[in-house]
């Protein structure tokens, strides 16, 4: 498996601002995505990031509130905009590689709290 | 839309007995299904998958059953240790997108 590195880690941010999320694989995947995993929660995908197009997003996450980049196939970004208490989560990106493209794992994650 | 059901959300067994986890699944193109270890301030770890052209598939104490015709998929644990202590999700993959459909949850409790 490849190495996947997120960051930050975790972060305490202020309501109204907005936090840059990184997520870097040392490899290059065909698939990567952006999940949300709430306190006690199972993981809610948000979107899938494209490379080299605009992000495709799930029911409920649009793209003004959680923009994403992905400028090439080792790299991508998640943004958390004007956050709000209700965004305290942990984010996870995920990346497809494997048998058939199936396989995910996952980054370390980074734990959201915003105050 | 595509869902998955896990069940149960909770589960307490003494340390040496079986723990079952099963799940169904909506969407009947999916065809591929992980299990995850999630321990506690950590990321999901992959402990077992099964794919659609198999019935079962065994990895030392644990186990994994897809009927793909009643769309269900289990996680069988065995003899299990205190260190199974976590919570279990399973997923199902649809082969054309690559994301995973994640069930709520099991919360596993071994008990020494």
């Known amino acids: 498996s490849a190495v996947i590195s997120q960051k930050p880690s975790r972060d305490i941010c202020q309501r109204g601002t907005s936090l840059t999320i990184q997520c870097q694989v040392d490899s290059q995947v065909t698939m990567m995505f952006w999940y949300r995993q709430q306190p006690g929660q199972s993981l809610t995908l948000i979107a899938t990031a494209n490379q080299g197009s605009e992000a495709t997003y799930e029911s409920g996450f649009v793209i003004d509130k959680f923009p994403i980049s992905r400028p090439n196939l080792t790299f991508s970004t998640l943004t958390v905009s004007n956050m709000s208490p209700e965004d305290s989560s942990i984010y996870l990106c995920s990346v497809v590689w494997g048998t058939g493209g199936t396989e995910a794992f996952f980054g370390q994650g980074t734990r959201l709290t915003v105050v | 839309g595509e869902n998955v059901e896990q069940h149960p959300s909770t589960l307490s067994v003494q340390e040496g007995d079986s723990a079952v986890i099963k799940c169904t699944y909506s969407d009947s193109a999916s065809n591929y299904f992980p299990w995850y270890k999630q321990e506690l301030g950590k990321r999901p770890q992959l402990i077992i998958d099964i794919r659609s052209n198999v019935g079962e598939k065994k990895d030392q104490r644990i186990a994994v059953t897809l009927n793909k015709t009643a769309k269900h998929f289990s996680l069988h644990i065995t003899e299990t240790q205190p260190e199974d202590s976590a919570v279990y999700f399973c997923?199902?993959?649809?082969?054309?997108?690559?994301?995973?459909?994640f069930g709520q949850g099991t919360t596993l409790q071994v008990k020494p």
């Open positions: 997923a199902a993959s649809n082969p054309n997108t690559g994301k995973l459909i």
